[in-house]
Nanobody
Framework: QVQLVESGGGLVQPGGSLRLSCAAS????????MGWYRQAPGKQRDLVAR????????NYADSVKGRFTISRDNEKNTVYLQMNSLKPEDTAVYYC?????????WGQGTQVTVSS
């Protein structure tokens, strides 16, 4: 079955950096687009970044463009989110996502808190 396991979250000061990882299993990783989403308390879950199956195409939410970078390693079945110049408004639970046959699969999420 599909499993997505996120890691790398934590507490960071404004202006700092974090790198999130999502280890995937249970499906042919290199065949699917992967995404990172985030959900702040009381808000909906929103797309942060998405990457094509081969890694050659990416797209980002306007709020993170120029600060976040999504990448993937198809040999390691892992997708990453490098987050730089973090702001307090980036505080949220970050989720890894894959859509297979019109069904969405999610990891358990990793908390990112940006605070001084």
């Amino acid at each position: 079955q599909v499993q997505l396991v996120e890691s790398g979250g934590g507490l960071v000061q404004p202006g700092g950096s974090l790198r999130l990882s999502c280890a995937a299993s249970g499906f042919t990783f290199s065949s699917y687009y992967m995404g990172w989403y985030r959900q702040a308390p009381g808000k909906q879950r929103d797309l942060v970044a998405r990457i094509s199956n081969g890694g050659g195409s990416t797209n980002y939410a306007d709020s993170v463009k120029g600060r976040f970078t999504i990448s993937r390693d198809n040999e390691k079945n892992t997708v990453y989110l490098q987050m730089n110049s973090l702001k307090p408004e980036d505080t949220a639970v970050y989720y890894c996502n894959v859509r297979k046959f019109n069904s969405d699969y999610w990891g358990q999420g990793t908390q990112v808190t940006v605070s001084s």
